[in-house]
């Protein structure tokens, strides 16, 4: 559960700080503090979809991928008429932005992966030093 809502926090950190990047160079002044909830509202719906997909467990890892990405794709279209998004970007940069955000979560969660690794293999060597 904590690992869960570190990761949805952590991408929506990664979506506004995304967005402003985008925001600056349209030369937009402001992000609105609604702008904030929403972001964390469609993260907490996508890996809520996101669990869901991986319990379905694929046996073909691009079929997992692309049911994910379709999934955000038309995530990000439901929201984007929900909250008036296609005002100020337009449908494919928010996609785009989407997959590279989904990329960035992909990156962290192999690098969370293999520092687990590393700590379950360093408690196995010391349990191997330390019969009891």
Excluded at 20 to 47: G, M, R
Aim: hydrophobic letters at 55%; charged letters at 15%; proline letters at 1%.
């Amino acid at each position: 559960m904590k690992k869960n809502v570190v990761n949805i926090l952590a991408t929506t950190g990664i979506s506004l700080l995304l967005l402003s990047v985008v925001a600056l160079s349209f030369h937009a002044s402001c992000i609105y503090l609604e702008t904030v909830f929403q972001a964390f509202a469609v993260n907490i719906i996508t890996h809520l979809g996101i669990m869901c997909i991986k319990r379905m467990e694929f046996k073909n890892i691009f079929t997992e991928v692309i049911l994910e990405i379709t999934f955000i794709v038309c995530e990000l279209l439901v929201f984007g008429q929900l909250f008036h998004w296609f005002t100020s970007l337009s449908f494919l940069l928010l996609v785009c932005m989407g997959i590279v955000i989904y990329i960035i979560s992909l990156f962290l969660n192999l690098l969370q992966m293999k520092q687990e690794a590393k700590e379950i293999n360093l408690l196995i060597k010391n349990r191997n030093k330390n019969p009891d």
